[in-house]
C-alpha cells in the first residue's frame, strides 16, 4: 500500500508469526531486528537510499528512522483494522 512516498508490503505475511516479531522486536527496542524487518516489507519511501537494504538504514537520521518504523507498524496495526 502506497501513502506519502511510502510504500509497505505486507503480502508475505500471511501468518502471525511476522506480526508476533514484531511487535517483540519494538518492545524490545531492538532496532537491528527491526531494521532487517522493514528492509523485507518497506518497498518506497521518502528518503535517499535503497529501503530494500539494511544498509539504506544506516544513513537515516534517528528521526528518519523513527519515521520508518512508525510507518512500518502503521501497517502492521492496519491487518487488524481491515
Known amino acids: 500500500m502506497e501513502t506519502n512516498g511510502w510504500t509497505v508490503n505486507l503480502d508475505g505475511w500471511t501468518t502471525m508469526k511476522p506480526v508476533l516479531e514484531w511487535t517483540d522486536a519494538a518492545k524490545g527496542g531492538d532496532l537491528g531486528r527491526l531494521r532487517g524487518?522493514?528492509?523485507?516489507?518497506?518497498?518506497a519511501w521518502p528518503f535517499e537510499g535503497d529501503p530494500q537494504t539494511e544498509a539504506g538504514y544506516d544513513n537515516l537520521t534517528p528521526a528518519q528512522f523513527k519515521e520508518a518504523m512508525l510507518e512500518a507498524g502503521k501497517h502492521v496495526g492496519n491487518l487488524f483494522r481491515g
Open 37 to 43: 524487518m522493514m528492509a523485507e516489507i518497506i518497498v
